[in-house]
């Protein structure tokens, strides 16, 4: 497995992928600076956010060689990076430990940093689109001292969401607080929406639709293996997560646990189901889940996408991968494909979905399955990057997908051992992947 070294990257900063049935698509990748590449801290699915943008400019957030947290700052479509590195660190030798940014509508950058049941690491800009930040401080005050996974959504209005787990692997519960922008306040709205009961706990994903709704969807783990992952339940909520409804239009009792939980399909453990993954609404704000799982116990992982058609769930497979692997055990896996990322650019007559991945069939580049008319057209798969991207997930620009339907997807060769451990990579160029569908 070779390292994106500069020397690589310097000579594909433009270039095309071609599909069978498709048109050229020029990909661009943009260099930052080098960061932190014996784990995928930098590459972790469950970022939310490593690139923000607001019409005007784009941020990134990473890891340097050091373990330094810093941000970068830019024009949208400008090569030239501000970057600024900040007082704060992450233990960059755990994947868990990852940045998570996001832009309040007044413009203040917000950072959540370095979580693995650790006490709550957040701070914020001191002026708008300013890469200096505060001081570290807390939110409300309560249940922020076993905090992991940090999650930003951008609200319309301009208000955000955070979501986070408190506890552990097994044994958590999810919370979500609300930044109101006119009060410049963080507020508690559930302290437990999804309740593991001290059994199991939740991996979640999250899409916020046209219309301001939050659609939440997961997978229970009932210990700290990922064997122990099971089942994809979904919840949604239209006034900003104080009252939540299943599918169906019932209201969901809260906190929702498993005996509670709208269910849109089941999935036994050792399935090699997928946890944090992610999820998007069309525009009739119907939602859509990506993961992958074995069918069978005989059958290989597969790539599928669930939705909601209006009347009932449906399963749509992605592909058809020939790959088959086992995991086990607690920690990052060490993994041949990477957990599934969806877009989708919808109209109310057609929907047209993206699955972004990295699969090891393909030499581990990040690479796009599209579906010109979903569910009934083809897949076609192409190439984003011209070589491995070893252990790394991709992640996007929310926002500017949103606005622009362009894909800025942060770009850097990470290692990653089994279970919390390291492979000895040097500091790799992190990027900007761009590429306009």
Known sequence: MEPFTPA??????????????SAAAEVRQVPIAEGWAKTKVNCVIFRKNSLVSNGTNQ????????????????????????????????????????????????GYLHMSWDHHGNPLRYCRSVAPGSLELTEKTAMVGTKESRVTYPEFYLLPGGDLLFLYRDGSSGNGDLVLNRYD????????????????????????????????AIHLSWVWRETGDVVTN?????????????????????????????????????????????????????A??????????????????????????????????????????HRKGGGTKKSVISRPVLLLDASEKSTRAHILFRDQER??????????????????????????????????DLALWAARKE????????????GETMEEVPP??????????
């Not at 010109?372 to 070589?387: E, K, M, R, V, Y």
């Open 59 to 106: 941020f990134a957030a990473f890891y340097d060689s050091e373990g330094r947290a810093v941000l970068a700052k830019r024009e949208l479509s400008a090569a030239r990076w501000q970057i600024q590195t900040t007082p704060y660190r992450g233990n960059v030798k755990d994947a868990h430990n990852c940045i998570s940014i996001a832009l309040d509508g007044d």
């Open 363 to 396: 030499g581990s580049k990040f690479s796009v399955a599209t579906c010109g008319d979903f569910p009934a057209g083809p897949w076609h798969i192409q190439d984003l990057t011209p070589s491995s991207m070893g252990q790394a997930d991709p992640t996007y």
């Open 428 to 437: 790799q160029m992190v990027s900007v992947l761009e590429w306009k569908p």
């Open 407 to 418: 894909v800025h997807l942060l770009s850097q060769f990470v290692g990653q051992g089994d």
């Open 181 to 212: 922008v006119k009060q410049r306040k963080w507020i508690r709205v559930q302290d437990n929406l999804l309740g593991g009961e001290g059994q199991r706990n939740a991996y979640w994903q999250a899409a916020i639709d046209a219309f301001g």
């Open 230 to 282: 099971h089942d994809i339940a979904y919840a949604k909520s239209a006034d900003g997560g104080r009252t939540w409804r299943k599918s169906n239009g019932e209201i969901c009792p809260l906190p929702i646990t498993e005996a509670t939980a709208d269910y849109a399909v089941r999935i036994p453990q050792r399935s090699e189901l997928a946890n944090q993954t992610s999820m998007a609404a069309d």
């Open 284 to 325: 009739k704000g119907r939602p859509y889940i990506a993961n992958y799982w074995r069918a069978k116990p005989e059958e290989v992982p597969q790539y599928r996408i669930i939705y909601h058609d209006g009347n009932a769930w449906r399963i749509l497979q992605v592909g058809e991968s020939k790959l088959d692997f």
């Open 8 to 21: 690589i990257l310097l000579a594909c900063l433009l270039f095309a992928v071609l599909s069978p049935g």
